[in-house]
């Protein structure tokens, strides 16, 4: 009988045993948040602390985060230090949004997401994945980070905007990682809910490359605008056109469609690179898991042809995934602030409280995960993916506002990898050792040079 592998431990902070000063947690925070957090975060229900900006409470427990995104989500707004950092990136996309704009967006939107559209995108989908591989056929070295960064924006960018965006393709992972460095930082300001008009020196440092995503999207609008009064009959049928016919005085305004796009340029595509690159990088690690996953596509692959079936017919592929989403989480925080003052049971929320619903830490609890450090696929695996409570697994969030694009990420991933690893495997070097750092994402500092072999 052959013994049983011990399971990979991918990199990760290690929890903080004493408390940081005020200067320390204000470097940390600036640096990288997932360093900041201790051994209580990580196994108490919720921490409740006055901290520098104000009180804040860190939300562990299930039950609590269903309070808090589900239950009560009324009387929860986002976080004024969260829209401190996004709002001028975003301004009044469907992530910063509040109110009657986030609900015109969101209605605007839902028809493209449905499971209709979504299954009409996996052709295209996997004709940009088939283009893209073409570059591993030599073999060599590569930055799998960059790599998935520049994947995910061509399927984004022929699916949701039917190739059409202005631009050079070239440039845009460099700059949305220019991006994330600068404005995508917490500011040590907004830490301190310092007044707006004090200058902030990572939003002044990111005005370049904001003005270029900008300058992007006013240019790509323009074009689709033009073809439909030129041409309409022919203009696609796609997320940007479908925005554009939200248009006028009961709708969206131009500038929110703008929103909208850069939101999806940027934080849309983004998220479901990193969770690309973080799950090729766990199963090159984890080899045994890996030959289970390549033995799987390779058996789908020969016989069902419609990618639009393959998310089900590959469920040790998608339980990779997810168990990379779970130790990487794209989107590691989920801040929210009550309206008024609320209580969870003895938990006392009290009026503008910080609250922190964190998939970095629930996704690593104590209570809540057996071996929480461990890349272990097998935690997904269809006969013991329902014992997986629905608030102790975060990676697209959870109640009104979850990730409209949930379905979207899942078909495109699993394409992704379906392609991506019956060709080609992908080996770590020396030199792989990524370091995960919270910049909206989650990011690996240093990239994930990797060597591909044609299989």
């Not at 929210?336 to 922190?356: A, M, N, W």
Request: aromatic share 8%.
């Amino acid at each position: 009988m052959d013994a049983v592998p011990t399971p990979f431990i991918p990199p990760a902070p290690i929890p903080r045993t004493t408390p940081p000063s005020t200067l320390e947690m204000i470097r940390i925070v600036y640096r990288n948040p997932l360093e900041l957090w201790g051994e209580p975060s990580y196994n108490q229900p919720w921490i409740s602390v006055d901290g520098i900006g104000g009180p804040l409470v860190i939300a562990n427990d299930p039950g609590l985060i269903r309070h808090i995104l589900v239950d009560n989500a009324k009387n929860y707004r986002m976080a004024e230090v969260r829209q401190k950092i996004l709002r001028p990136i975003l301004r009044d996309g469907l992530l910063t949004a509040e109110g009657d704009v986030w609900k015109r967006s969101r209605k605007a939107m839902a028809p493209v997401f449905t499971p209709r559209h979504i299954f009409g995108f996996a052709q295209p989908m996997l004709a940009r994945t088939l283009d893209f591989v073409e570059r591993y056929d030599a073999g060599g070295t590569t930055d799998v980070a960059h790599d998935m960064t520049m994947l995910t924006y061509d399927i984004l960018a022929e699916t949701l905007f039917s190739g059409e965006i202005a631009g050079e393709p070239g440039s845009f992972a460099k700059e949305i990682d220019r991006l994330f460095e600068t404005m995508g930082r917490v500011d040590p300001l907004d830490l301190l809910r310092a007044p707006d008009w004090m200058p902030r020196i990572t939003r002044l440092r990111g005005r370049k490359t904001m003005a270029y995503f900008r300058n992007i999207v006013t240019n790509t609008v323009a074009m689709r605008s033009e073809r439909l009064k030129s041409d309409p009959g022919n203009a696609p049928e796609d997320f940007l056109t479908l925005l554009l016919r939200a248009e006028g005085p009961d709708g969206l305004t131009r500038a929110e469609i703008e929103d909208n796009i850069i939101t999806f340029i940027g934080a849309g595509h983004e998220t479901t690179a990193r969770a690309l690159g973080w799950t090729i990088y766990c199963l090159a690690e984890a080899t045994w898991e890996r030959d289970r996953v390549e033995r799987e596509i390779e058996e789908v692959l020969a016989h069902e042809p419609d990618p639009v079936k393959w998310l089900d017919a590959m469920p040790y592929t998608r339980a990779a995934f997810e168990e990379a989403l779970r130790l990487y989480p794209p989107a590691p925080s989920i801040n929210r602030e009550p309206i008024e003052d609320d209580s969870y049971g003895e938990l006392k929320i009290r009026k503008r409280t910080q609250v922190l619903v964190m998939p970095w830490t629930v996704h690593r609890h104590r209570k809540l995960w057996d071996q929480p450090d461990a890349f272990m696929p097998e935690r997904f695996h269809p006969e013991r993916r329902d014992a997986i409570g629905r608030y102790q697994y975060l990676p697209f969030g959870a109640g009104p506002r979850v990730c409209i694009g949930a379905s979207f990420a899942m078909q495109e991933a699993i394409i992704a990898l379906a392609i991506l690893l019956s060709r080609y495997r992908f080996d770590t070097l020396p030199e792989t050792k990524p370091w995960p750092v919270q910049k909206l994402t989650t990011q690996p500092q240093g990239g994930l040079p990797m060597r591909v072999t044609k299989r």
